[in-house]
């Protein structure tokens, strides 16, 4: 990282095909520090024939080497790439709070367990394998799974390093060829990604890092580009539906993780103290801008006022604080856009008879006054049709909804057009298997929240997406599948001779 003459982080580089190049027609844009509004780092964009030249260097990479490259190189070279990022782990989580605003000792929890998605893509590099299709005497069946192509990786803001592992690591261990283009809120990150990848000793081109704008900028160019086979995406909805108009054009395959607005159900006979824990926890986690958040807390109406006055109590305890400070809790919003969208959900929260039990405001005294910061915040008496119930805010908002029993609680929860994530609590074990079994979601945790690792699927039903990432499923949307049939007796019939 250079400091250039004004006290900002430089970042003038692209990195395409292995070097790093200065942008062909892009510019400088700022990052801004989201706790202070003004700029930190000063990074590098691409336009268009940036993307271009991106994308011809992740070509010719999947054309040289790289794709002749049997699976347990492939593999070596991530598990060197897992070595290097954990040795950075916490230098970059500091990066990732000063890009974002997110609480340190959030980042360094989340940017410290990386480097196992690195390794676990690494242990399945050389385990891609077809099956045998047994059928009768006079053929040989059998299938290959093959890397997908050029991968378009698009990603969020929220967790931005998360998110990149959870595509490089798939994209990399099915052999395929990645254009990373970071959100323009969170740029530096992925480009000290890029000096590991160099590192490591990827060929050139198999990875490159191309920051830029989303509509009208480096993302929407990846997404049209011809050459590009795939788009993966993480983000809102509405950006996914612009890159499958964009991407239709070359009927691109596409993965996608996007919102959610997840119902953390909690139930009478439950350990109320640990539900609790779990539901404020992750009510105010990332200041409320991860889409696996509980912002929907259903509460079963015998504890309904005990969780209420409870999530209020924790509610005062949260230290909202500068991002570096290692007291801190619950640090800003990631940019005033996001910080005046949360504002306008209070309101909406409030003009549809919501109760406002604690925060809604933001934080101005002192240093907080240029910053973005909200209070930790808390609606009770909400009904599952409000806006604050229905549509994703992005901001530390807990909406409380009563429920009496299980079929209501059901019928609530899945009343929702995403699918992403859900909680419950229970301590009936038949009850919670029960209640489970029946919730629309990529993920159902019991008894716990959050739980998200390396091993686990985890994508969205409905409008929380398209595909899986984490786990061996996300290996699938990397690959094509291509079945060959041998003949073993080189005969075929004369459609004509008679
Ligand atoms: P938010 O609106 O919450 O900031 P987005 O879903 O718009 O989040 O952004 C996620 C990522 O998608 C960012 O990297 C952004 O640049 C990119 N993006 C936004 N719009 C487009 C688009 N039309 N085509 C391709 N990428 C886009």
Not at 173 to 181: I, P
Not at 368 to 380: L, N
């Amino acid at each position: 990282m250079d400091i250039g003459h004004q006290g900002l982080a430089r970042y003038p580089h692209l990195f395409i095909g292995g070097e790093w190049v200065a942008p062909e027609d892009g510019g400088m844009m700022d990052s801004v520090d989201p706790s202070t509004g003004r700029p930190w780092a000063t990074v590098a964009w691409g336009g268009k024939r940036d993307i271009d030249r991106a994308v011809a260097a992740a070509r010719a990479a999947l054309d040289g080497p790289w794709g002749r490259m049997p699976g347990h190189e492939r593999a070596a070279l991530l598990y060197r790439l897992a070595d290097l990022y954990q040795a950075r782990a916490a230098e970059l989580a500091v990066l990732e709070s000063r890009d974002s605003g997110r609480a340190l000792r959030e980042s360094r929890a989340d940017l410290g367990a990386h480097h196992n998605w690195y390794r676990w893509f690494a242990s399945l590099a050389d385990k891609i394998w077809g099956r045998t299709v047994p059928m009768d005497d006079s053929v040989h069946v059998f299938t290959s799974r093959l890397p997908v192509g050029v991968v378009g990786a698009i990603t969020p803001w929220n967790a931005p390093m998360l998110t990149t592992a959870w595509k490089l690591g798939p994209a990399l261990a099915t052999g395929c060829t990645v254009v990373l283009k970071p959100a323009e809120l969170t740029p530096v990150t992925a480009l000290e990604l890029a000096k590991m990848i160099e590192q490591a000793g990827f060929p050139p081109g198999v990875v490159n890092v191309v920051p830029g704008y989303g509509a009208g900028g480096a993302g929407e160019y990846l997404t049209a580009h011809p050459d590009v086979d795939k788009i993966a995406f993480t983000g809102e909805g509405n950006t996914a539906k612009a890159i499958l108009r964009t991407g239709a054009e070359t009927l691109k395959r596409f993965s996608f993780e996007l919102g959610g607005k997840a119902p953390h159900i909690i139930f009478a006979d439950a350990d109320i103290d640990q539900a609790l824990n779990a539901a404020t926890g992750s009510a105010w986690a990332v200041c409320g801008q991860s889409c696996a958040l509980g912002s929907r807390v259903l509460v079963e109406r015998p504890v309904y006022d005990r969780v209420v006055e409870a999530f209020a109590a924790r509610a005062a305890k949260v230290r909202v604080g500068m991002p570096l400070d290692e007291a801190t809790h619950m640090g800003p919003q990631a940019s005033a856009e996001q910080l005046a969208k949360t504002l306008s959900y209070v309101g909406y929260g409030k003009d549809e008879g919501a109760e406002l039990i604690t925060g809604g405001n933001r934080l101005t005294e002192g240093a907080f006054g240029d910053g973005y910061f909200v209070q930790p915040t808390v609606f009770a008496g909400v009904t599952n049709q409000m806006r604050i119930a229905r549509e994703e805010i992005f901001g530390p908002v807990a909406a409380l909804i009563p429920f009496d029993g299980e079929d209501e609680a059901v019928a609530i929860a899945n009343d929702t057009t995403y699918g992403l994530t859900a909680g419950l609590w229970s301590q009936d074990v038949g009850r919670a298997h029960r209640v489970a079994a029946r919730i629309r979601a990529g993920i159902v945790w019991v008894n716990t929240y959050r739980y998200i690792r390396w091993t686990t699927p985890y994508g969205g039903f409905k409008a929380s997406g398209w595909g899986r990432e984490n786990g061996v499923e996300a290996l699938d949307s990397y690959l094509e599948t291509r079945t060959t049939v041998v003949s073993t007796t080189g005969r075929f019939p004369d459609a004509y001779a008679n």
